[in-house]
Each structure stands twice: as structure tokens, then as C-alpha cells.
């Protein structure tokens, strides 16, 4: 099913590219994920087989009708008469991929003890983007782990320079040398 939502959500991404709504569906994209994501009862609903699918559809059309551009009303109402409404995520994450290559994006995580302060999270950010050549999208987590330190992944890299990370390593080569 991912492979599946995957190229429909690189079709919608190369129909809105035609026509210069990237933002603006990637904007809605995102909206309609969270929404899924916090009500996933209405999925089940939505691709419930006792319900006939007009009024699935019409349930579906009802909800978003005046909120979304046209694409993505029939974009989602494709997801919902093909059964593929529950890979709406691996959808707009295919989406978001294509939106941030086209725009000189790259998505980073940093995973630090505590959260960072404003200031801190601005440096960061700005120091990456001087790494990458890239404009950064910055989320933070937080983990007690790391017990200090920051672990960035990047564009499938990882940077660790954790508390944690050093351990790890130093634990690595006291038993390499011992062996």
C-alpha cells in the first residue's frame, strides 16, 4: 500500500508542480495528516464496507469541501474510492520529499537532553544551513538519554556528539582493545 500512496502522492506533487500550487497543498497536506492523525476513527469510518461508498464520499466531501483546493478534495476522494485512504501519511511524506528537493530543503532532527532555548535552536539552524548549502527544517526531541550533547540526523546522516554517543564509542574501543 505505501508504494502504492507513494506514487500517488508524487502525482499530486507533479499536478500542483504544473501548476504552481506547491505550497499550497503541501500547507493542506500537512493540515489533512494532522487531522488523520489525531482522529483516526474517522478513517475507519471512511473506508467502513458497510457504509456505501457515496455516502463515504459525500462524508468525506462534507468535511472538506470548503477548506481545501479542488486537487486535494479529489485527490483524497481517489485515496478513499481506492482503498488506500489509510496511506495518506506515506503520501504527503512522498510529497513533502519531492517539495523540499524542488525547493532546496533538507529536513534535520536534533535530539538533545533538554529543549533547547531559541537562541540555541537559531544557531543550530544556521550552522547546518552553512554544512548542507541547504534552508533547514528543524524539530527537536528531547531524550534524558543523551544525558548531554546534541545527535543531529540530516539527509540520512547522523552527527553525535552526545554524552551518550561518546560512551558508546569509548565502551567500542576499550573492548576492541582488550579482545
Same mark, same amino acid.
Given at each position: 500500500?505505501?508504494?502504492?500512496?507513494? #506514487?500517488?502522492?508524487?502525482?499530486?506533487?507533479?499536478? $500542483?508542480? @504544473?501548476?504552481? !500550487?506547491?505550497? *499550497?497543498?503541501?500547507? &493542506?497536506?500537512?493540515?489533512?495528516?494532522?487531522?488523520? %492523525?489525531?482522529?483516526?476513527?474517522?478513517?475507519? #469510518?471512511?473506508?467502513?464496507? +458497510?457504509?456505501?461508498?457515496?455516502?463515504?464520499?459525500?462524508?468525506?466531501?462534507?468535511?472538506?469541501?470548503? &477548506?481545501?483546493?479542488?486537487?486535494?478534495?479529489?485527490?483524497?476522494?481517489?485515496?478513499?474510492?481506492?482503498?488506500?485512504?489509510?496511506?495518506?501519511?506515506?503520501?504527503?511524506?512522498?510529497?513533502?520529499?519531492?517539495?523540499? %528537493?524542488?525547493?532546496?530543503?533538507? *529536513?534535520?532532527?536534533?535530539?538533545?537532553?533538554?529543549? !533547547?532555548?531559541? $537562541?540555541?535552536? *537559531?544557531?543550530?539552524?544556521?550552522?547546518? @544551513?552553512?554544512?548542507?548549502?541547504?534552508?533547514?527544517? #528543524?524539530?527537536?526531541?528531547?531524550? +534524558?538519554?543523551?544525558?548531554?550533547? !546534541?545527535?543531529?540526523?540530516?539527509?540520512?546522516?547522523?552527527?553525535?556528539?552526545?554524552?551518550?554517543?561518546?560512551?558508546?564509542?569509548?565502551?567500542?574501543?576499550? +573492548?576492541?582493545?582488550?579482545?
Amino acid at each position: 500500500m505505501t508504494t502504492a500512496t507513494s #506514487l500517488y502522492g508524487q502525482s499530486l506533487y507533479d499536478l $500542483a508542480a @504544473e501548476e504552481g !500550487l506547491t505550497e *499550497e497543498i503541501l500547507k &493542506q497536506m500537512e493540515a489533512v495528516d494532522d487531522i488523520f %492523525k489525531a482522529n483516526p476513527d474517522y478513517i475507519t #469510518l471512511l473506508l467502513e464496507p +458497510s457504509i456505501p461508498r457515496r455516502e463515504r464520499l459525500g462524508l468525506l466531501e462534507e468535511a472538506f469541501k470548503n &477548506q481545501l483546493h479542488p486537487y486535494m478534495l479529489n485527490y483524497l476522494m481517489i485515496l478513499l474510492e481506492n482503498s488506500l485512504l489509510r496511506g495518506y501519511s506515506a503520501s504527503y511524506r512522498t510529497y513533502r520529499t519531492s517539495y523540499n %528537493k524542488d525547493h532546496g530543503i533538507a *529536513e534535520a532532527t536534533v535530539t538533545s537532553a533538554i529543549e !533547547l532555548t531559541k $537562541a540555541q535552536t *537559531e544557531s543550530l539552524t544556521s550552522k547546518l @544551513e552553512q554544512i548542507s548549502g541547504k534552508k533547514i527544517v #528543524l524539530k527537536q526531541k528531547v531524550d +534524558s538519554a543523551v544525558l548531554g550533547g !546534541l545527535r543531529v540526523e540530516i539527509e540520512g546522516k547522523l552527527l553525535d556528539g552526545t554524552v551518550m554517543g561518546r560512551l558508546t564509542d569509548l565502551r567500542k574501543k576499550v +573492548s576492541e582493545t582488550v579482545l
